[in-house]
C-alpha cells in the first residue's frame, strides 16, 4: 500500500515567508508526528498527534510554528514568518494504533525548507 | 534526559566485508526501546531492526544484527556481507515505552566501496 507522503518536497522561502508543509499518513493510522532534521543531524520531536488531537507540541521550536490536524488524517506544519534557522528536512512520520509504545512509526521523504 | 551517542561520523568498508556501527545511550528508564534506522539519500527513513530493552536475546534481521549490552548502555550494529545498496545514514534512536517520541542520535554515514 501507500507509504507516508509529503508536498512539496523541496521548498525555497525568502526570510520573512509563511510557509505551509503538508503530510499524509498511512490510511487509517492514528498518530502521526512531526520532527525537524538540521543538516548532519539526526530528526528531532517536534509534535505528536493521536486522530485529531495534538497531545504533545514540546518539540515546537517557538510560537511560530503550528501544527493541525483536523479531521485526523492529513497534517500541515506550518511556519510562519521563517528565519534563516528554520532550513531542515521536515519530517512525518505515522504509527497504526494509540497508545501502543511497539508500534513502528513509518517516515515520509521529508520536504527540504531552505530560508534564504 | 534521555541522550544518543554515535561516535563515528563516517565509516568506509570494501563490499562483501562485515562492519559495526557504534551506539551508546543513557537513560534512567528501565522499560524502553532501541532502533536502527537507515536513510538513503532519498532521505526515507526506514526502520533495520528494533530491539526491546526487556529481552535479553539480541535482535537479529538477515545481514543486520545488533550486540544490545544493557548494563554498558550500548547498541551496535553489525552488518554483514555488505552490499552497495547498504551505503546510507544510520541513526541510532531510542524510545521510552511511556513516550511516544522517538530520539536519535546524529548518525553514522556508511559508504559501501565497490
Known amino acids: 500500500g501507500a507509504g507516508v507522503s509529503q508536498s512539496p518536497r523541496y521548498k525555497v522561502a525568502k526570510r520573512g515567508q509563511d510557509v505551509a508543509l503538508r503530510c499524509d499518513p498511512i490510511?487509517?493510522?492514528?498518530?502521526l508526528f512531526w520532527y525537524q532534521q538540521a543538516l548532519g543531524q539526526g530528526p528531532e520531536f517536534l509534535t505528536y498527534?493521536?486522530?485529531?488531537?495534538?497531545?504533545?507540541k514540546s518539540g515546537l521550536p517557538s510560537d511560530r510554528f503550528f501544527a493541525e490536524r483536523p479531521e485526523g488524517s492529513v497534517s500541515t506544519l506550518k511556519i510562519q514568518r521563517t528565519q534563516q534557522e528554520d532550513s531542515a528536512v521536515y519530517l512525518c512520520a505515522s504509527s497504526p494504533r494509540q497508545g501502543f509504545s511497539t508500534d513502528t512509526q513509518y517516515f515520509g521523504p521529508g520536504t527540504r525548507l531552505t530560508v534564504l | 534526559a534521555q541522550t544518543v551517542t554515535q561516535s563515528q561520523p563516517e565509516m568506509s568498508v570494501q563490499e562483501a566485508e562485515t562492519v559495526t556501527l557504534s551506539c551508546t545511550y543513557d537513560t534512567s528508564e528501565n522499560n524502553y526501546y532501541l532502533f536502527w534506522y537507515k536513510q538513503p539519500p532519498s532521505r526515507q527513513m526506514i526502520l533495520v531492526i528494533r530491539q526491546e530493552a526487556y529481552k535479553q536475546q539480541n535482535a537479529t534481521e538477515n545481514r543486520f544484527s545488533v550486540n544490545f549490552q544493557k548494563a554498558a548502555k550500548s547498541f551496535s550494529l553489525k552488518i554483514s556481507d555488505s552490499q552497495l545498496g547498504d551505503t546510507a545514514m544510520y541513526f541510532c534512536?531510542?524510545?521510552?515505552?511511556?513516550?511516544?517520541?522517538?530520539?536519535f542520535g546524529k548518525g553514522t554515514r556508511l559508504h559501501i566501496l565497490p
Open positions: 534512536a531510542f524510545k521510552v515505552n511511556r513516550d511516544d517520541k522517538i530520539i
Open positions: 498527534f493521536q486522530n485529531e488531537a495534538q497531545l504533545d
Open positions: 490510511s487509517g493510522h492514528v498518530s
